[in-house]
């Protein structure tokens, strides 16, 4: 790129990932371009940042001035309150979709297992489907768990198909909440009539009022929290098991030269589960040894390398913006990729190493890798088959290999079930419940970190540094997805992490050993934060809804659509929800303010935004400490 006259990533700006640091060195040096030099060369359009232009027609695109939001309006009349409301009100939609859509295949399997048309998967965890039902009013006396299965998966249909009423999972929202989203008319009737709702409001010359729209916005959002990816999580858990806290290895060290390498990235966890299994084949297993590799490695990467490392302590090789520099180590053999944030940038680079880039989804082909389709009814061809290719790569890699021989250890699989249990069986029992200790002032709060990491801010940064200040201050921190593996890079997901906690939060740490941060999976498991609170207000003591909770969330090195969904319904639900990096709205204009404080007023929680980790700390330990004031325990 800088012999072209182009801008490149200054290495030690756009990264505290060591290992990616040394793979972005090598990159250079092998005269190859990955996100962080292409971020570098590419600026933010000014005017998109702040969502200031609109294509919703071709009398268009027309942009506004953000310095002077109301100075204009668009060809048709569009206002910037107009304008904004309808582009967020699309990424929401976007983000809501992309889980449903999600959430909707794993239904689809979990139907096939329960009628025995799929074989390959199980349920797992007949426990948790029997609790489901019950919580669901399903009927269970004498009903055979296949029974339970179909009647359940009948029942959760509706979260995605139903087109009046309310979904599902309604059921679980405390009372007082659901009452406040009546009262504004934001409980979801399904996720498709809601997705398409948008789609067809933002519409150009149809819904031009921002506080309609918002509502929209904040349905759609519910659809997806409360909806498709309560669903994914729920039934995962029924299939593949509930986490449990488990020992993983994480950082580019999980990679080893003397082994066949398979990554899989993505989001679905059939495709990780039946690689499992493959990778464990003995006949498989012997083809390898043949060609001289000592064994069969398989790693994770992103959001279904979380879950995978959450569920079983499956080795995790790096968050979002490793899934290029990991290939310039030049030892992957195969990368299989699913759906959702997979840069088609791999493709180059895989082609620089030899690596074979295998698109296995058919909602995700990628111009120049190869797709093997992945088909639940006989998953074990699709995984075999990469395997197979990851073998013939191994014994003829032709590269030179290089992998940083870093290794981070830590503990992960807390879901919110054995949060419950690991603190007493009952968030108020008399051993380290939450609650009380809440209550007594030894936790202060909690606090959701999560999502995504963006070239944009230094990768993994904002994230370690929001997080050590938020535990300093005796606050416990949850986390998912990327901004799980950041924490766990820092050395900071196992229970010696808790000499960093404030002495409230230490010494919960140290009677119930475990770490101040707790790791529950992928980005779609972000609605375990929610059935987590959820038993927070069930358990009492802490006010009588979601926003009622000293609780923040936060999002600090954001970038994709499915992000603004997840903050938008921990924002409906209640919650005061940060983002870093930037926001895509003008400030003080009547859709921000709304949403930075006027969704408040209404019952909900509201936005905020900074670039800065100790800003946002603050500005999360301000909103916990308002909310113990509101509930008399600030003393
Ligand atoms: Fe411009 Fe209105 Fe068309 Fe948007 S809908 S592009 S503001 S004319
Ligand atoms: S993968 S949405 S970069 S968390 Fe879920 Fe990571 Fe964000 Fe994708």
Same mark, same amino acid.
């Given at each position: 790129?800088?012999?072209?006259g182009?801008k490149?990533?200054?290495i030690k700006?756009?990264?505290?990932?060591?290992?990616t640091?040394?793979m972005?060195?090598?990159?250079?040096?092998d005269?190859?371009?990955?996100?962080?030099d292409?971020?570098?060369d590419?600026?933010?359009?000014?005017?998109?940042?702040?969502?200031?232009?609109?294509?919703?027609?071709?009398m268009g695109?027309?942009?506004?001035?953000?310095?002077?939001?109301?100075?204009?309006?668009g060809?048709?009349?569009?206002?910037?309150?107009t304008?904004?409301s309808?582009?967020?009100?699309?990424m929401v939609a976007?983000g809501?979709?992309?889980?449903?859509?999600?959430?909707?295949?794993?239904?689809?399997l979990?139907?096939g297992?329960?009628?025995?048309?799929?074989?390959?998967y199980t349920?797992?965890?007949?426990y948790r489907?029997?609790?489901?039902?019950?919580?669901?009013?399903?009927e269970?006396?004498g009903?055979?768990?296949?029974?339970?299965?179909?009647?359940?998966?009948?029942?959760?249909?509706?979260?995605?198909?139903?087109?009046?009423?309310?979904i599902?999972?309604?059921? @679980?929202?405390?009372?007082?909440?659901?009452?406040t989203?009546?009262?504004?008319?934001?409980?979801? @009737?399904?996720?498709?009539?809601?997705?398409?709702?948008?789609m067809? @409001?933002?519409?150009m010359?149809?819904d031009?009022?921002?506080?309609?729209?918002?509502k929209?916005?904040?349905k759609?959002?519910?659809?997806?929290?409360?909806?498709?990816?309560?669903?994914?999580t729920e039934?995962?858990?029924?299939?593949?098991?509930t986490?449990?806290?488990v020992?993983?290895?994480?950082?580019?060290?999980?990679l080893?030269?003397?082994?066949?390498?398979v990554?899989v990235?993505g989001?679905?966890p059939?495709?990780?589960e039946?690689m499992?299994?493959?990778?464990?084949?003995?006949?498989?297993?012997q083809?390898?040894?043949?060609?001289?590799?000592?064994g069969?490695n398989?790693?994770?990467?992103c959001?279904s390398?979380?879950?995978?490392?959450?569920r079983?302590?499956?080795?995790?090789a790096?968050?979002?913006?490793?899934?290029?520099?990991?290939l310039?180590?030049?030892?992957v053999?195969?990368?299989?990729?699913?759906i959702?944030?997979?840069?088609q940038g791999?493709?180059?680079?895989a082609?620089c190493?030899?690596t074979h880039?295998?698109?296995?989804n058919p909602?995700?082909h990628?111009?120049?890798a @190869?797709h093997?389709e992945?088909?639940?009814?006989s998953?074990?061809?699709?995984?075999?088959?990469?395997v197979?290719?990851a073998?013939a790569?191994?014994?003829?890699?032709?590269?030179?290999?290089?992998?940083p021989?870093?290794v981070?250890?830590?503990?992960?699989?807390?879901?919110?079930?054995y949060?419950?249990?690991?603190?007493?069986?009952?968030?108020?029992?008399?051993?380290?419940p939450?609650?009380?200790n809440?209550?007594?002032g030894?936790i202060?709060?909690?606090?959701g970190?999560v999502?995504c990491?963006?070239?944009?801010?230094?990768q993994?940064?904002?994230?370690?540094?929001?997080?050590?200040?938020?535990?300093?201050?005796d606050?416990?921190v949850?986390?998912?997805?990327?901004?799980?593996?950041?924490?766990?890079?820092?050395?900071?997901?196992?229970?010696?992490?808790a000499?960093?906690?404030?002495?409230?939060?230490?010494?919960?740490?140290?009677?119930?050993g475990m770490?101040?941060?707790?790791?529950?999976?992928?980005?779609?498991?972000?609605?375990?934060?929610?059935?987590?609170a959820?038993?927070?207000?069930?358990?009492?003591?802490?006010?009588?809804?979601?926003?009622?909770?000293?609780?923040a969330?936060?999002?600090?090195?954001?970038?994709?659509?499915?992000?603004?969904?997840?903050g938008?319904y921990?924002?409906?639900?209640g919650?005061?929800?940060?983002?870093?990096?930037?926001?895509p709205?003008?400030?003080?204009?009547?859709?921000?303010?709304?949403?930075?404080?006027?969704?408040?007023?209404?019952?909900l929680g509201?936005?905020?935004v900074?670039?800065?980790?100790?800003?946002?700390?603050a500005m999360?330990i301000?909103?916990?400490?308002k909310k113990?004031?509101?509930?008399?325990?600030?003393?």
């Amino acid at each position: 790129l800088e012999k072209k006259g182009k801008k490149v990533a200054d290495i030690k700006d756009v990264t505290t990932c060591e290992a990616t640091g040394r793979m972005l060195e090598k990159a250079r040096r092998d005269g190859v371009v990955v996100a962080f030099d292409r971020a570098a060369d590419m600026k933010p359009c000014p005017i998109g940042a702040e969502s200031a232009c609109c294509k919703m027609c071709y009398m268009g695109p027309c942009r506004l001035n953000a310095r002077d939001p109301y100075g204009k309006v668009g060809v048709c009349g569009a206002t910037i309150d107009t304008i904004q409301s309808r582009n967020l009100a699309r990424m929401v939609a976007s983000g809501s979709a992309a889980h449903n859509d999600h959430g909707m295949a794993v239904l689809e399997l979990f139907k096939g297992v329960a009628n025995g048309t799929i074989t390959d998967y199980t349920i797992k965890d007949p426990y948790r489907l029997e609790a489901l039902c019950v919580e669901l009013g399903l009927e269970i006396e004498g009903k055979t768990i296949q029974e339970m299965a179909l009647d359940l998966a009948e029942e959760l249909e509706k979260t995605y198909t139903q087109t009046e009423g309310e979904i599902p999972f309604m059921k @679980r929202v405390p009372a007082k909440t659901l009452e406040t989203w009546r009262k504004l008319d934001i409980v979801p @009737r399904g996720a498709m009539i809601e997705v398409m709702g948008i789609m067809s @409001r933002t519409h150009m010359g149809c819904d031009q009022h921002y506080e309609n729209i918002t509502k929209a916005i904040s349905k759609t959002a519910l659809a997806d929290g409360w909806g498709g990816s309560m669903v994914a999580t729920e039934l995962g858990d029924i299939m593949f098991g509930t986490p449990s806290p488990v020992q993983a290895d994480v950082n580019f060290g999980v990679l080893k030269e003397d082994h066949v390498n398979v990554i899989v990235h993505g989001h679905e966890p059939n495709l990780f589960e039946s690689m499992l299994v493959s990778v464990s084949d003995p006949a498989l297993v012997q083809i390898a040894r043949d060609k001289g590799a000592k064994g069969i490695n398989l790693v994770g990467m992103c959001c279904s390398g979380a879950e995978m490392m959450s569920r079983h302590g499956v080795p995790h090789a790096g968050n979002f913006m490793s899934t290029e520099p990991v290939l310039v180590t030049g030892a992957v053999d195969a990368m299989a990729v699913d759906i959702q944030c997979i840069q088609q940038g791999l493709v180059k680079t895989a082609e620089c190493y030899k690596t074979h880039l295998i698109t296995t989804n058919p909602r995700c082909h990628i111009e120049g890798a @190869r797709h093997i389709e992945f088909e639940e009814h006989s998953p074990r061809e699709c995984t075999d088959e990469i395997v197979t290719l990851a073998i013939a790569r191994f014994a003829n890699r032709g590269v030179d290999i290089e992998i940083p021989q870093i290794v981070n250890k830590g503990i992960h699989g807390f879901s919110h079930e054995y949060i419950n249990y690991m603190l007493g069986g009952s968030f108020r029992s008399s051993y380290a419940p939450l609650n009380d200790n809440i209550i007594n002032g030894r936790i202060r709060g909690v606090a959701g970190v999560v999502g995504c990491v963006n070239p944009r801010v230094k990768q993994d940064w904002v994230h370690v540094e929001l997080v050590k200040e938020l535990i300093k201050n005796d606050v416990l921190v949850i986390q998912t997805g990327c901004s799980q593996i950041a924490l766990a890079k820092a050395g900071l997901t196992v229970p010696e992490a808790a000499h960093l906690a404030g002495p409230g939060l230490r010494e919960v740490c140290e009677a119930v050993g475990m770490p101040p941060i707790l790791g529950l999976g992928s980005c779609v498991d972000n609605t375990r934060i929610l059935t987590a609170a959820t038993a927070m207000v069930n358990q009492g003591g802490l006010g009588d809804c979601l926003a009622d909770l000293p609780v923040a969330g936060a999002a600090p090195e954001w970038m994709s659509e499915k992000a603004v969904a997840i903050g938008q319904y921990f924002v409906a639900s209640g919650v005061y929800t940060v983002f870093g990096v930037g926001f895509p709205t003008v400030k003080d204009t009547k859709f921000h303010n709304l949403l930075f404080g006027g969704l408040e007023e209404q019952g909900l929680g509201k936005w905020g935004v900074t670039k800065d980790p100790y800003e946002m700390a603050a500005m999360m330990i301000a909103h916990i400490d308002k909310k113990r004031k509101e509930l008399g325990i600030d003393k």
